[in-house]
């Protein structure tokens, strides 16, 4: 199934490169601010890739000079004006995060200029992140009346960077810098905005030089382990998991490591 491949949409550009989806939110000139038709068509795209064996790991970008400015606040859609229509707002925005966490690829996210509000929130949902070194991440929430802790952020946030740094952060609003960024470990690597696509293209490749079915039982594991109440209850879920991988692609994957040569796996 090639779904999320084959769909045309109004605010997302989608190139396919083998296994690999380059999703770029495509708002340049409102520095890709998150309108109603943006968080509609992220959810239809996510939600797509649910059962799409084609694309093996999606990398997210910004097209033009931000990666995401956050939720965009002149379109009307985004300020309700009920009660009603403000949870269904809010839970619409939660649920993509959400999405994005329980999709079986991998997310690597690639940031440059601003990751505000909720395009900082996108960048934390990712597995991966990636930093232009005039990148700059903050909680724009706090800045405009409303809490720090929105939209996942609380809950990424300080197992990224810890507590402290976090609240740093979420209590004040605060712009993160690129290399600050890195040193406290948000971000795997900073670059130039022309060196970084080197950077991005490696760690794709090494992703997809694991067996299918191992990459996304690597993710699902990592996010459970995250919650999970006990060493034991981690180690139990690794060995069923090992299990699974031994048959089918164990044996291709120790030949290929023997013969120097890349694996050739079967799907998953």
Known sequence: MKASRQHTYQTLAIRADGPVDHLTLN?????????????????????????????????????????????DLKDPA?????????MRMQRSLSKLIVRM????????????????????ALALASDVRFAAEDARFNVAMARIGMTGCDVGISYFLPRAIGPANAAELMMGGRFLA??????????????PREDLEPLVAEMVADMVQM?????RL????????????????????????QVLCMEGFMEEGVAAFLEKRPAVYPDA
């Open 178 to 191: 690129a290399q600050k960024a890195l040193r406290v470990g948000l971000v795997s690597e900073v670059a």
């Open 211 to 215: 067996s299918p079915l191992g990459l």
């Open 27 to 71: 708002r340049p000139d409102q520095f890709n601010a998150i309108c109603s038709t943006m968080l509609a068509e992220l959810h239809d795209y996510f939600s797509r890739l649910d059962e799409d064996e084609s694309v093996r790991v999606v990398v997210l970008r910004g097209a033009g000079r931000h990666f995401c400015a956050g939720l």
């Open 78 to 86: 985004n300020l309700p004006d009920t009660l009603g229509k403000r």
């Open 218 to 241: 690597t993710k699902e594991a990592l996010n459970m382990s995250q919650d999970a109440g006990s060493l034991e209850a981690v180690i139990a879920m690794e060995d069923r998991q």
């Open 101 to 120: 966490r329980r999709c079986p690829q991998p997310i690597v996210a690639v940031a440059h200029g601003a990751a505000s509000g909720g395009g900082f």
